[in-house]
């Protein structure tokens, strides 16, 4: 299922816009229970403003609440922006550092994060656990576990560790684009033969063809059909 991941989605990447490990760190705080898209709308802006982690240590609490008020829980996000640039000057002299354990020890960033944060911005292989991928790899019995930290265990025990930041953006992909929460299209999914949740959603191929998203998902549709 691993590798025909990598067929279906060999477009996979992470969706958050960024250029720099601090930039990709204030995305990914950002995305908590917000899309990428919305962030990606946000981020511009922010970072036009806020350059680098001594900028965020000094903002105006206010000013940066307006700026990402359209991610959700902006109080909260501003907390953590600001403490993450104060922690980042007062420990790493400003630069986000490469390590998980530096990492999840920064305001605002957990197991997640890090791993987002160096899976992409550093090359070190991390696995993402997002809401989808825990989601997926329970409907595909890859693990029972429902505790994150255990789901990344679980799977990184299946997995070569170069494959760890690629598979986490193919399973986050097939859970945006196919296989959904409430109504996954059984009926159009590639993975269908291997899958033993299959049948949770529409397994008639039209009306499952009809819920694929993305800007690829015809030719997900023509992948199902061949396969």
């Not at 940066?64 to 907390?79: A, H, Q, S, V, Y």
């Not at 656990?129 to 255990?150: G, I, M, N």
Request: with cysteine.
């Amino acid at each position: 299922m691993g590798r025909a991941l990598a067929t279906i989605h060999p477009d996979a990447h992470c969706e958050l816009d960024f250029t720099t490990p601090l930039e990709l760190a204030v995305a990914t705080i950002l995305s908590a229970q917000c899309t990428d898209e919305r962030v990606n709308q946000v981020t511009p802006k922010l970072f036009a403003r806020y350059p680098d982690a001594a900028a965020y240590a000094a903002a105006d609490r206010m000013e940066m609440e307006e700026l990402i008020r359209p991610t959700g829980f902006f109080r909260n996000k501003t907390d953590s922006l600001i403490k993450l640039g104060q922690a980042l000057v007062e420990r790493h002299d400003g630069e986000v550092p490469g390590t998980l354990t530096e990492l999840v020890a920064l305001p605002g960033i957990g197991r997640k994060t890090a791993n987002v944060i160096l899976g992409n911005a550093f090359d070190v292989p991390g696995i993402t656990v997002d809401t989808h991928f825990q989601r997926l790899t329970q409907r595909w019995a890859w693990t029972t576990e429902s505790d994150p930290v255990k789901i990344e265990f679980a799977i990184a025990a299946l997995i070569e560790p170069r494959d760890w930041t690629m598979l986490s953006h193919r399973v986050i992909f097939h859970g945006r684009r196919v296989c959904h929460a409430r109504k996954p299209a059984c009926g159009a999914c590639t993975l269908r033969k291997d899958c033993p949740s299959y049948g949770i959603g529409p397994t008639d191929v039209e009306t499952a063809i009809s819920l694929l998203k993305g800007p690829r998902a015809h030719e997900l549709a023509e992948l199902a059909l061949a396969s």
